[in-house]
């Protein structure tokens, strides 16, 4: 079955440092993945999404993901955080036409 | 730009209750989701409805019901709620009949409290 597994439920950077979200997926068929992000009390949001057009994969606010098939991974990165950054982010991999799984999460935390 | 409407916001209820989570999405979407949310888990689906007029079973559907009143209402029931239904639901919407490439648009969510 298909799933994703994030590694680390909780990221801490200081800002202005890298951030990196660990994404890996288990597919038998090519995936498409995505990345949501979760502000407090809201719901998700698309960040960016893997359909295999490219494998380097550009999002909103400065995030981009690399589609790597030989390490089965998704990892979504920016090169320098920002204070509202904070929020949690979730990778997610279609099942099939009609569900979407999504991974544990992960609470990115940013200190000034 | 309301998107997707999700209602009510936050809801206790006593074990054996029930209740109907209500949800409305005014971007003529084909396909709707139930999700609940839980620390640690991320996002299960519990049902989802690819069409008007039809609806399917997720990964989590036991203790629940839906029904797809139209293409814009999508209702989630507990019949009689129990304290492990204490969580966080999402309702989402995808343009197309199929969820496929394409994104799903999020409600605020519910938080529901089973005592």
């Known amino acids: 079955a298909q799933s994703v597994t994030q590694l680390g439920s909780h990221v801490s950077v200081s800002e202005g440092a890298l951030v990196l979200l660990r994404c890996n997926y288990s597919?038998?068929?090519?995936?498409?993945l995505f990345w949501y992000v979760q502000y407090p009390n809201q719901g998700l949001q698309l960040l960016l999404k893997y359909t295999s057009a490219a494998t380097l994969v550009k999002g909103i606010n400065g995030f981009e993901a690399e589609f790597k098939k030989s390490e089965t991974s998704f990892h979504l990165t920016k090169p320098s955080a920002h204070m509202s950054d904070a929020a949690e982010y979730f990778c997610?991999?279609?099942?099939?036409?009609?569900?979407?799984?999504f991974g544990a999460g992960t609470r990115l935390t940013v200190k000034p | 730009n309301a998107g997707v409407t999700q209602t009510p916001k936050f809801q206790v209820l006593k074990t054996g209750q029930s209740m109907t989570l209500q949800c409305a999405q005014d971007?003529?979407?084909?396909?709707m989701y139930w999700y609940r949310q839980d620390p640690g888990m991320g996002l299960r689906l519990i049902y989802y409805s690819a069409s008007e007029g039809t609806t399917d079973k997720g990964e989590v559907p036991n203790g629940y019901n839906v029904s797809r009143l139209n293409k814009r209402e999508f209702s989630l029931r507990l019949e009689s709620a129990a304290p492990s239904q204490t969580s966080v639901y999402f309702c989402a919407s995808a343009p197309r009949g199929r969820g496929g490439t394409g994104e799903l648009f999020f409600g605020e969510g519910s938080r529901l409290t089973v005592l």
């Open positions: 997610a991999v279609t099942i099939n036409n009609n569900d979407m799984r």
């Open positions: 597919s038998s068929v090519p995936p498409y």
């Open positions: 971007m003529n979407h084909n396909s």
